[in-house]
């Protein structure tokens, strides 16, 4: 979307597309009747009647009538007024946004009072809008030839409002920055494997240091070697690709203390390494870098917003091959912490990735850690396609966390981690470690081994193979890269800011 209008006036709705939200008894709606006027019709007969539909979600197109400042309108049920939430509005807008990309639309108009209610302010109302219909019309490029077609996409908004223009204007780019990230994000994990290369990754945060003014280090096989990164070293030793550690540090206080690390998994593609995937199970293992996809979006809102928190992102990226020079079941490594890990299985290559990024993470400075990864299949098992997993030593960093994952819709479950479950992980006849203690609730598993790495920081694991990549479209996108966590982690760096700020 390139242009944001605000109007205050009911008869400027000048757009290809009108929207109108219509929740249940519309008419109760301050300005509704003078609303209903400006069209010359019966709408509030076509409500009683149900040719326009109040339930949620319900789309119900229409040609113009009345006055000709629009081609088209579109009514957009809500269900009862009061129980519209944030949430309940970015559904509604991408479902909005998902019809208006059917419909090529380039421009819409929005009266904004009937998305309101007495917790719901036009803000709160040009967020959502600005998210809803960014993220709803996603839709990835691709690569085929031949077609003329010529992508339509949305590009100017108006608002109908009386509330402050300014104050709406911001709300509205904010909600445009956060889907913007997250389309971004969900752009890396569609991208195929032999185009996004690690290299190709690290060229991609490059341009996010530029764009944001981010200092950044990307550490190669060179240098991981000099520093004895062994664990992901050991990931990338049947590869022809190099391995990259990419470190972003977005510095917001004059001092580098009270550091977040927000460390993604980036495994370009995911054979199983000689545990070989099955030939199903591999096709889709192009999305195993989301974690890191959720990082760098994050990042990009960071970048954008400057909450006043020191956060440092932390990127393992290599793929996970085969050949004559591969890691194997059995080898015995030493990641960079010091710590020994026997491997026992060399597709649980994510934790071992991990594991060296989140050292790095913690000897620069991190004094908490979120690590996000498609890490294992068993998350989908316990918590199916639609929910992220999570693990944490701290609960009052896990609170803030969720009161963001609420805030953003984005649904997390924690999962426990006992000490029976760690002593497994460090159950080993040769090593400190192993990488894959059974597949009985393996998820922890994948989880509790990165946590050996985070010592005493608060510290928060989130698995997201589940929900990273969806198989058909949903609530707020298309098949496909989700951009999943990418709101949440910005969401928390930035309440973790204003908690610090609270305290001192
Ligand atoms: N990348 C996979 C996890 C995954 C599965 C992501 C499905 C997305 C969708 C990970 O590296 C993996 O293979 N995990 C194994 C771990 C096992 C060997 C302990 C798994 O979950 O089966
Ligand atoms: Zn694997
Ligand atoms: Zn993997």
């Not at 870098?289 to 990009?300: C, F, K, R, S, T």
């Amino acid at each position: 979307m390139k242009q944001i209008i605000i109007e205050q006036n009911l008869n400027e709705m000048k757009a290809e597309v009108l929207i109108i939200g219509v929740p249940e008894h519309p008419e109760n709606i301050e300005g509704w009747d003078q609303f209903a006027s400006t069209f010359n019709t019966k709408l509030s007969d076509w409500v009683k009647a149900g040719d326009v539909k109040t339930a949620f979600k319900q789309i119900v197109r229409m040609p113009s009538f009345g006055e000709q400042l629009y081609d088209r309108v579109l009514f957009i049920g809500l269900g009862a007024r009061k129980s519209l939430t944030e949430d309940r509005l970015r559904q509604a807008f991408a479902a909005v946004g998902k019809e208006l990309a059917q419909m090529k639309a380039s421009s819409v108009a929005i009266w904004t009072t009937p998305f309101t209610n007495d917790k719901l302010t036009c803000e709160d109302v040009a967020s959502q809008a600005a998210e809803g219909l960014c993220l709803g019309s996603y839709k990835f490029e691709g690569y085929k030839t031949g077609s003329n077609e010529q992508d339509v996409s949305l590009d100017t908004v108006t608002l109908i409002s009386l509330a402050d223009a300014q104050l709406l204007k911001e709300a509205f780019e904010v909600g445009q920055i956060y889907a913007n990230a997250v389309n971004e994000a969900r752009n890396l994990v569609n991208m195929p494997p032999n185009l996004l290369t690690a290299k190709e990754m690290a060229t991609y945060a490059q341009g996010l240091a530029a764009k944001h003014g981010f200092e950044i280090d990307v550490l190669g096989k060179k240098e991981m070697e000099e520093l004895g990164m062994g664990a992901i070293l050991a990931v990338n030793q049947g590869s022809v690709e190099e391995p990259q550690l990419i470190v972003l540090k977005y510095a917001a206080t004059d001092t580098w203390e009270d550091v977040v690390g927000l460390v993604g998994k980036g495994i370009t593609y995911d054979t199983g390494g000689y545990s070989l995937k099955p030939r199903d199970g591999m096709v889709g293992m192009k999305g195993d870098m989301g974690g890191a996809a959720a990082v760098l979006g994050a990042m990009n809102i960071i970048g954008e917003l400057r909450p006043e928190k020191n956060v440092i992102a932390v990127i393992a990226s290599t793929d996970n091959m085969i050949s004559g020079e591969a890691f194997k079941p059995d080898d015995v490594i030493t990641s960079l912490s010091g710590k020994t890990i026997e491997v026992l299985n060399t597709d649980a290559e994510g934790r071992l990735v991990l594991a060296d990024a989140v050292t790095y993470a913690k000897q620069a400075g991190a004094t908490s850690v979120i690590d996000v990864a498609t890490l294992t299949g068993g998350v989908i098992v316990a918590l199916g396609n639609d929910k992220t997993g999570a693990l944490t030593n701290d609960e009052a960093f896990f609170e803030t966390f969720m009161h963001a994952s609420v805030e953003t819709g984005e649904f997390v479950w924690r999962l426990p981690l006992t000490e029976n479950d760690k002593k497994r992980i460090r159950k080993s006849d040769v090593a400190d470690l192993n990488n894959s203690p059974g597949r009985d609730g393996h998820m922890i598993f994948g989880g509790g081994f990165v946590g050996e790495f985070v010592g005493d920081m608060p510290w928060i694991h989130l698995d997201i193979a589940g929900t990273s990549d969806a198989a058909s479209a949903h609530d707020l996108g298309p098949k496909g890269g989700t951009g999943v966590m990418v709101r949440t982690l910005a969401t928390v760096v930035t309440r973790m800011a204003n908690t610090d700020l609270a305290n001192e």
